[in-house]
């Protein structure tokens, strides 16, 4: 049997071969930053803070030229270094679940990593203990979302029975909407669902003297659907030239607003 000669690699051979490892090595890198991005962005972070991030991460990983677009249902990453070229991610985002203790912890993550120069491994195990953080527990939201409600209620004139029976709605919304989110419905959807809920329960507890007032029952409910933390992001991301991002997230939550109104004053009419 012939033997192959051996093949001894060339200088330039050689060079190509450390820059696709550098490239490939890259790629691993840029996934774990936009990893953050998507987290950051999903846990109710606007776009200059996250296209912020990106970059400082980036670079601080070695990249010469780090170029971001974000909006809020897409991050795209290009970085450039005379080792490994140019590498470009696309991140594609959905669903969003705001968390502002864990944007917090993003944050502290992505300054850590900037100052330390974190490796692969280390960012990774940070970034799963980060994921793994648990939230507040369900009873502690429910009580939340009852205290909410109540408050509103009474701040806007209604009476302690009106702000009973919101409290109770609120309490039956918070499970309607943990239920909707198992389904993976879009947030049209289930902001509908729930202000139709909403108003027929309102409705009902008028009807039946639960309550004094279908206005202030409801009021108190509709403080909890408010997209509030969307619409002030919307508003920073077009004052910080984000235009395009802060459009998109005002009419989201204009049309959101629209849904919930339209929810409450169609049980108000029927009932």
């Known amino acids: 049997m012939e033997e192959k000669p051996f093949h001894f690699f060339t200088p330039d051979e050689i060079s190509q071969l450390a820059r696709v490892e550098e490239a490939a090595r890259a790629n691993e890198y840029l996934y774990r930053v936009l990893d953050i991005g998507q987290y950051m962005l999903q846990c109710g972070g606007e776009v200059s803070r996250v296209e912020d991030s990106i970059r400082r991460l980036c670079l601080s990983f070695g990249a010469e030229r780090a170029d971001v677009f974000t909006i809020t249902s897409s991050i795209v990453v290009t970085i450039y270094a005379h080792h490994f070229g140019a590498v470009t991610q696309t991140r594609r985002i959905t669903g969003s679940t705001y968390d502002l203790h864990r944007l917090e912890q993003l944050n502290q ?6 100052a330390e120069h974190l490796n692969l491994e280390e960012t990774e195990h940070a970034l799963e203990k980060i ?10 939201q ?22 009973v029976a919101s409290g109770i709605i609120g309490i039956v919304l918070k499970c309607l909407d943990r239920l909707i989110r198992k389904t993976e419905a879009n947030a049209f959807l ?22 004094d007032n279908m206005d202030m029952i409801s009021i108190g409910n509709i403080m909890l659907l408010i997209p509030g933390i969307a619409l002030t992001n919307s508003l920073r991301d077009m004052f910080s030239g984000n235009t395009i991002s802060g459009l998109m997230r005002f009419i989201e939550a204009v049309l959101l607003a629209l849904t919930i109104a339209f929810g409450f004053a169609l049980m108000a009419a029927l009932i």
């Open 142 to 163: 429910l009580f939340t979302y009852a205290l909410v409600s109540s408050s509103f209620s009474l701040f806007f004139g209604g009476s302690a029975l009106d702000a």
């Open 131 to 140: 994921r793994a953080t648990s939230q507040y527990g369900f009873g502690i």
């Open 190 to 211: 289930s902001s509908l669902l729930c202000a139709c809920l909403g108003g027929l329960l309102a409705g009902l507890a008028v009807r039946f003297h639960l309550g």
């Open 109 to 114: 993550l992505s300054r850590r990593i900037c």
